[in-house]
C-alpha cells in the first residue's frame, strides 16, 4: 500500500496539548487482563449486560462483510419510545463513568470504560476525564491515550465524530475492538480494499481520505499520528472552527485507526433506511435490528449502504 504523502516537518505542538511518556499512566502489557477481570466482576453484579446477535455474512466488491443482527436494539428502542425518553433530560453516563464499568486509567486526561450494552468481547471505551464535546477535534492527548491502547493487543481504533457519524453520547470518546472481529475469517473485512496511490483507495467506492504512516520519528510517534490525522481531515475540507471548548469540526466524519494507518470518511447522513451507520461500518462490521434490515442491506449491497451515508469516492474498480 502507498499512502498518503506524509506532511513534513511535523507541525509544532499546541500548547497545553503536548502529553509526554510521564502523563501515561496504563502499565505496558497489562490492559488485556485487566479488561477481562473487570468484565467478568461487572457481569457478576449486573452492570454489564451482554448482548446476543445472530451473525451473517453479506459478500459484496470483494469483502465479506460481517452483519449482526442486535434484536436488543429494536426492543432499547420501543422501551425508549415508551418511556418518553426524547422529552427526558440527556444523562452523561462518562462524568463520571459507572465504577463498576471503569477499567482504569490510560493516561492523566483518559480512562478505559466497559461498554454497558456489550455485543463485541473486549470492546473500550477511551474517555476524557472532564468533558470535552465529541464534536471536538481529537488531540495529541487523544492519541496518546489511543496508541497506548493499540500497543497492548491487535485491535482497532475508531471514533465516530459527532451524531451524524452514529455518536451516541456528546462526552468525547474514542472506542478500540479487538481484531479479528468475532466471527471474521481475517483481521479486518475491509483490508482487501484499503491500497492504491496517495489519499484515494482506488477500490472504494465512498468518500474518505487513507494514510499509512511513515517510520516514526525516534520520540514521536503520537505527534505523527496527529499529524496524519488533520492532514486527512484538510483533505477532506474538515477544518477546525473557534469555540468555547476549543476546536470544533466543521463537518462529521468516522475515523479508523490502526498500528500503522488511518481512514477517515465524511458523513452525509446517519441511518440508511433507518439503519444507523457508524465507524465500524466502513470497517465491514454493520449493525442490524432484524432479519429485514439484513435483507435490505443484503439486497442494496453493503458498499452501496456506505456510499449513501459517505456520499461518492473515487472508486475505479
Same mark, same amino acid.
Request: charged share 15%; proline share 8%; with cysteine.
Given at each position: 500500500?502507498?499512502?498518503?504523502?506524509?506532511?513534513?516537518?511535523?507541525?509544532?505542538?499546541?500548547?497545553?496539548?503536548?502529553?509526554?511518556?510521564?502523563?501515561?499512566?496504563?502499565?505496558?502489557?497489562?490492559?488485556?487482563?485487566?479488561?477481562?477481570?473487570?468484565?467478568?466482576?461487572?457481569?457478576?453484579?449486573?452492570?454489564?449486560?451482554?448482548?446476543?446477535?445472530?451473525?451473517?455474512?453479506?459478500?459484496?466488491?470483494?469483502?465479506?462483510?460481517?452483519?449482526?443482527?442486535?434484536?436488543?436494539?429494536?426492543?432499547?428502542?420501543?422501551?425508549?419510545?415508551?418511556?418518553?425518553?426524547?422529552?427526558?433530560?440527556?444523562?452523561?453516563?462518562?462524568?463520571?463513568?459507572?465504577?463498576?464499568?471503569?477499567?482504569?486509567?490510560?493516561?492523566?486526561?483518559?480512562?478505559?470504560?466497559?461498554?454497558?450494552?456489550?455485543?463485541?468481547?473486549?470492546?473500550?471505551?477511551?474517555?476524557?476525564?472532564?468533558?470535552?464535546?465529541?464534536?471536538? *477535534? $481529537?488531540?495529541? /492527548? !487523544?492519541?496518546?491515550?489511543?496508541?497506548?491502547?493499540? @500497543? =497492548?493487543?491487535?485491535?482497532?481504533?475508531?471514533? #465516530?465524530?459527532?451524531?451524524?457519524?452514529?455518536?451516541?453520547?456528546?462526552?468525547?470518546?474514542?472506542?478500540?475492538?479487538?481484531?479479528?472481529?468475532?466471527?471474521?475469517?481475517?483481521?479486518?473485512?475491509?483490508?482487501?480494499?484499503?491500497?492504491?496511490?496517495?489519499?484515494?483507495?482506488?477500490?472504494?467506492?465512498?468518500?474518505?481520505?487513507?494514510?499509512?504512516?511513515?517510520?516514526?520519528?525516534?520520540?514521536?510517534?503520537?505527534?505523527?499520528?496527529?499529524?496524519?490525522?488533520?492532514?486527512?481531515?484538510?483533505?477532506?475540507?474538515?477544518?477546525?472552527?473557534?469555540?468555547?471548548?476549543?476546536?470544533?469540526?466543521?463537518?462529521?466524519?468516522? *475515523? $479508523?485507526?490502526? /498500528? !500503522?494507518?488511518?481512514?477517515?470518511?465524511?458523513?452525509? @447522513? =446517519?441511518?440508511?433506511?433507518?439503519?444507523?451507520? #457508524?465507524?465500524?461500518?466502513?470497517?465491514?462490521?454493520?449493525?442490524?435490528?432484524?432479519?429485514?434490515?439484513?435483507?435490505?442491506?443484503?439486497?442494496?449491497?453493503?458498499?452501496?449502504?456506505?456510499?449513501?451515508?459517505?456520499?461518492?469516492?473515487?472508486?475505479?474498480?
Amino acid at each position: 500500500m502507498t499512502g498518503f504523502p506524509f506532511p513534513t516537518p511535523l507541525p509544532a505542538a499546541v500548547p497545553g496539548n503536548d502529553p509526554s511518556d510521564a502523563d501515561l499512566l496504563l502499565s505496558p502489557g497489562s490492559l488485556a487482563a485487566l479488561v477481562d477481570e473487570r468484565t467478568r466482576a461487572a457481569i457478576a453484579c449486573g452492570a454489564l449486560h451482554r448482548i446476543d446477535t445472530e451473525q451473517c455474512f453479506v459478500d459484496d466488491g470483494g469483502v465479506r462483510f460481517l452483519v449482526r443482527v442486535v434484536s436488543s436494539l429494536r426492543r432499547k428502542a420501543t422501551a425508549g419510545s415508551a418511556r418518553g425518553d426524547a422529552a427526558r433530560p440527556a444523562v452523561n453516563p462518562f462524568l463520571p463513568p459507572e465504577p463498576e464499568l471503569t477499567v482504569g486509567a490510560i493516561s492523566r486526561s483518559h480512562l478505559a470504560v466497559l461498554n454497558k450494552f456489550n455485543v463485541l468481547e473486549r470492546h473500550l471505551l477511551i474517555v476524557t476525564r472532564h468533558f470535552e464535546d465529541q464534536q471536538s *477535534l $481529537l488531540g495529541v /492527548a !487523544d492519541f496518546q491515550a489511543l496508541y497506548a491502547c493499540l @500497543a =497492548e493487543y491487535p485491535a482497532l481504533g475508531f471514533y #465516530n465524530g459527532g451524531r451524524i457519524a452514529g455518536a451516541s453520547q456528546n462526552h468525547k470518546h474514542l472506542q478500540l475492538v479487538p481484531l479479528p472481529f468475532d466471527g471474521a475469517a481475517t483481521g479486518l473485512p475491509m483490508a482487501p480494499l484499503l491500497g492504491g496511490e496517495g489519499p484515494r483507495c482506488s477500490r472504494l467506492p465512498f468518500a474518505h481520505a487513507f494514510g499509512r504512516l511513515p517510520p516514526v520519528v525516534a520520540g514521536q510517534p503520537v505527534q505523527a499520528a496527529h499529524a496524519l490525522y488533520r492532514a486527512l481531515l484538510a483533505d477532506l475540507g474538515i477544518t477546525g472552527e473557534p469555540s468555547a471548548e476549543g476546536e470544533r469540526q466543521s463537518a462529521p466524519y468516522n *475515523l $479508523l485507526v490502526a /498500528a !500503522d494507518w488511518m481512514l477517515v470518511v465524511p458523513r452525509v @447522513a =446517519e441511518c440508511w433506511q433507518a439503519i444507523s451507520i #457508524n465507524a465500524l461500518a466502513f470497517a465491514g462490521s454493520l449493525f442490524v435490528r432484524d432479519r429485514q434490515q439484513l435483507e435490505r442491506i443484503r439486497t442494496a449491497g453493503p458498499l452501496r449502504v456506505l456510499q449513501a451515508v459517505a456520499g461518492n469516492g473515487g472508486a475505479s474498480g
